[in-house]
């Protein structure tokens, strides 16, 4: 039973817009989050992520929402460049061991 | 900046083979992890030691060994190399909260001919 899903395998946006990557989880008891950034044959990357006390999370383009009655986080990418491009997995955690979804992978176009 | 090294970015190895995969990480951290990760299935969890000598299961162990006998290293045996086992390995340790996430190591590319 898959904990983490992200349900859309793959995203395509234009440069300069608003990339949003969606993220839905069943077990309540998780209570950290956490967005990762994956290039191909390189190992995922941290991105930015948010504790269960709060509902928003920013970091200079990247901001993570979550909104825990829904069980549903997602990532903002704004403005979404070329160099975004990547698979990106969304990962919740309710003790030192990570659950992650199956990825979905954005593309930027120029 | 933590650093997990993974000795080998590609290996090929011939199906029956013993395949030892050898991961370090350079900031004392605790906890290490090995994933497979494999289109359209995600980051599978393989197995993962909170301590030295300290292991336990994952969600697809079978196949599959590991050996933690110093803090900083942490090494996937593939007892029998089987074609299904052809797959993306990363390593990855943690020595934070769970907010910290995971540093991971920049992979393994194995294929098993």
Redesign the interface.
């Known amino acids: 039973d898959q904990q983490v899903k992200?349900n859309s395998?793959s995203l395509s946006v234009q440069e300069g817009r608003i990339s949003i990557l969606n993220c839905d989880y069943t077990n309540s008891m998780f209570?950290?989050f956490?967005w990762?950034k994956k290039y191909p044959?390189?190992?995922?990357?941290?991105l930015i992520?948010i504790?269960s006390i709060k509902d928003k999370n920013e970091d200079g383009r990247f901001t993570v929402f979550l909104n825990k009655s829904a069980k549903h986080l997602s990532l903002h990418i704004v403005p979404s460049q070329p160099g975004d491009s990547a698979v990106y997995?969304c990962?919740a955690?309710?003790?030192?061991?990570?659950v992650?979804?199956?990825?979905t992978k954005l593309t930027v176009n120029p | 900046d933590v650093k997990v090294t993974q000795s080998s970015r590609y290996l090929v190895k011939r199906t029956g083979e013993k395949v030892f995969l050898e991961c370090v990480q350079d900031m004392d951290h605790e906890n290490m992890f090995w994933y497979r990760q494999d289109p359209g299935l995600g980051l599978r969890l393989i197995y993962f030691s909170y301590d030295v000598k300290m292991k336990e299961k994952g969600d697809i162990p079978e196949g599959y060994s590991v050996s933690r006998e110093k803090k900083e290293r942490f090494s996937l045996i593939l007892e029998s190399a089987s074609t299904n086992q052809t797959s993306m390995y990363l390593c990855a340790s943690t020595g934070g909260g769970p907010g910290y996430g995971y540093t991971f190591g920049s992979g393994t590319r194995l294929t098993v001919v």
């Open positions: 992200q395998p209570d950290y956490l990762y044959a390189e190992g995922p990357t941290f992520s504790s997995f990962a955690s309710g003790s030192e061991k990570l992650f979804g199956k990825g």
